[in-house]
């Protein structure tokens, strides 16, 4: 992480701040607020991986910036320094409890601080890897079912505030268990990583998001499609697998493996909850082994 790191520093006195990006420009990049007020702006539009703060500033001080960032999601994990004047044990302690990761008192040594600043970093690289690694299919190394749910909660929400579309879409492997039967259960392994990488490339090719929803099955968000775009990229979902040609000569409907795809498409009823919507595409997918159609799409 550490030449890539962005740090921002957030103190009402102009010499603190220089003081402060002097010591740490040369290894991180740096961005400057003079207030709590004007750092939450910042935050609203950026991404840090540390902040320091001084803590008695005008308006909003650094003990309140510090609580709205830990009562934010989006914020809670930013390791965040305390760096004061105050060498109260009261104010540090306090500091420290309402989940600032260090506390250092002015005059500072640069040395301790360009030392404190790498350490955290350091802690931070390790927990980002493991938030990471909790949120990646061990198999296919695409995200799993747990980001899955988040994503999906988060873009229902965002959705539905904006009145943009969603799509959500449902994958199935046609016949896995016939492939399984006869190829065995490495080359099956090996099919559902294919299959994975190649859902989760063209679903990112149109900023969405795909996931590996349990055994065989996959599923992909999008936001702001119409149903024709929609339906477009199941098609393109379709493609992609069908042009890997994997045989599967078992299958009764086609020479090789396959896919079919249940989509539920919301233009504007964001009645119930996400949780119905992946019922819904379940019904879709349902539907469509029985029909024996290849993309079978619910409108809402």
Not at 71 to 81: H, L, R, V, W
Not at 170 to 178: A, P, S
Not at 277 to 292: P, T
Request: with cysteine; proline share 3%.
């Amino acid at each position: 992480m550490a030449r890539n790191a962005h740090i921002l520093i957030v103190d009402d006195d102009p010499l603190n701040r220089v003081v402060l990006e002097n010591t740490l420009s040369d290894e991180y990049e740096i961005s400057l607020c003079d207030s709590g007020e004007s750092a939450l702006e910042f935050l609203s539009n950026s991404s840090v991986d540390l902040i320091i703060s001084d803590i008695k500033m005008p308006g909003i001080s650094g003990y309140d910036l510090l609580e709205k960032l830990k009562g934010d999601q989006s914020t809670y994990s930013i390791p965040f320094i305390i760096i004061s004047a105050s060498n109260s044990y009261n104010d540090e302690a306090k500091g420290l409890e309402m989940g600032a990761m260090d506390y250092i008192t002015k005059p500072f040594s640069p040395v301790i601080v360009k030392a404190r600043v790498k350490n955290h970093l350091a802690i931070k690289q390790k927990n980002d890897l493991l938030e990471k690694l909790a949120a990646i299919d061990g198999l296919t190394e695409i995200p799993n079912r747990r980001l899955l749910d988040e994503t999906l909660a988060r873009y229902w929400q965002s959705c539905e505030k904006s009145h943009e579309p969603l799509s959500l879409f449902l994958v199935d492997i046609d016949y896995f268990k016939e492939f399984n039967d006869n190829y065995g259960y490495a080359a099956g392994d090996e099919c559902l990583i294919k299959i994975a990488k190649a859902l989760d490339e063209v679903n990112k090719n149109s900023h969405g998001f795909a996931a590996r929803y349990d055994g065989v099955r996959f599923a992909a968000i999008q936001k702001g499609q119409n149903p024709e775009q929609t339906l477009m990229l199941a098609k393109q979902m379709h493609r992609v697998v069908d042009e890997l040609k994997i045989r599967n000569e078992n299958s009764p409907i086609c020479a090789h493996v396959s896919i079919s795809i249940g989509v539920v498409h919301i233009e504007k009823d964001f009645s119930g909850s996400e949780h119905e919507v992946l019922r819904l595409a379940d019904d879709a997918l349902v539907k469509s082994h029985v029909e024996q159609e290849r993309t079978i799409v619910i409108n809402r």
